[in-house]
Nanobody
């Protein structure tokens, strides 16, 4: 079971990026998925989560209105569209299965194994 995040890069403040989360060895549609980030020297932070069918989602306060999580179960992929990026969004972004089903917010203590992250750097 392994998840991998893609799509990071360098972008100017105010710009956009779309991250993708894909799985090898299992089917994502059976799991709620969360995005998490960790900036250098800082604690990891839950960013967003989405239920198995995509019918519900949640966001941390700092990303509400700027980030949008979605999923395409036919493509076995979960996305994180990030708009109006800010320098404080700079971090390595990871995706993980959300064992709480995204029913109680973004629960860092309810995450499955993380895969390889992707670095997002926002310049001012």
């Amino acid at each position: 079971v392994q998840l991998q995040a893609f799509g990071g890069g360098l972008v100017q403040a105010g710009g956009s990026l779309r991250l993708s989360c894909s799985a090898s060895g299992f089917t994502l549609e059976y799991y709620a998925i969360a995005w998490i980030r960790q900036a250098p020297g800082k604690e990891r932070e839950g960013v967003s989560c989405i239920g198995r069918t995509g019918s519900h989602s949640d966001y941390t306060d700092s990303t509400k209105g700027r980030f949008t999580i979605s999923r395409n179960n036919a493509k076995n992929t979960v996305y994180l569209q990030m708009d109006s990026l800010k320098p404080e969004d700079t971090a390595v972004y990871y995706c993980a299965t959300d064992l709480s089903g995204c029913n109680y917010g973004i629960r860092l203590d309810q995450l499955g194994p993380w895969g390889q992250g992707t670095l997002v750097t926002v310049s001012s």
